[in-house]
């Protein structure tokens, strides 16, 4: 009843549920720190916090996983789809590393300054906006190849 690939394939949906659904509630706490600037600094600083500490190590964990599924399955590393999905993930983390998480500390340095009507501090949250928009497609597009596995 129970296999190895089978554990880690609950595992490895567990993390991608946290991960995912914790990215997505990033934007639902900036829109609403935006309607009430007095709670700017605690939703941004709670998106940090969620980022570093929950889902960002759940990527990780959904990384280890699916590359113990690859060898506990015995499917070849060099499949389509699996070479697809970890192209996309590499892109995943270098946007959200390079861009994405710079933009939002320097997004909380300017609030906790007190800065949240500066063009500086709306030109991070266009930033952050976007890269958060971009790193949804790119996860979107991470799903729809783990779930539909195209090859030629």
């Known amino acids: 009843m129970f296999s190895l ?5 609950f595992i490895h949906i567990l993390s991608a549920i946290v991960a995912v659904g914790l990215n997505i509630s990033y934007g639902i706490w900036i829109f609403r720190a935006q309607r009430e600037s007095a709670h700017t600094a605690f939703a941004l600083k709670g998106v940090k916090f969620l980022d570093d500490r929950v889902a960002n ?12 599924m690859v060898w ?9 789809w699996i070479d697809i999905a970890l192209v996309l993930f590499v892109a995943l983390v270098v946007v959200a590393a390079r861009f994405y998480t710079p933009a939002l500390r320097d997004q909380i340095k300017l609030v906790e300054a007190g800065d949240t009507s500066s063009a500086a501090f709306t030109q991070l949250a266009r930033r952050g906006q976007v890269l958060g928009q971009a790193m949804g497609v790119i996860v979107l597009a991470i799903l729809i190849v783990m779930v539909f596995k195209p090859h030629l």
């Open 72 to 80: 506990a399955g015995s499917i070849p590393i060099t499949t389509l």
């Open 57 to 68: 190590p759940a990527y990780g964990v959904l990384l280890v996983t699916g590359l113990l």
């Open 5 to 9: 690939f089978l554990v880690l394939k």
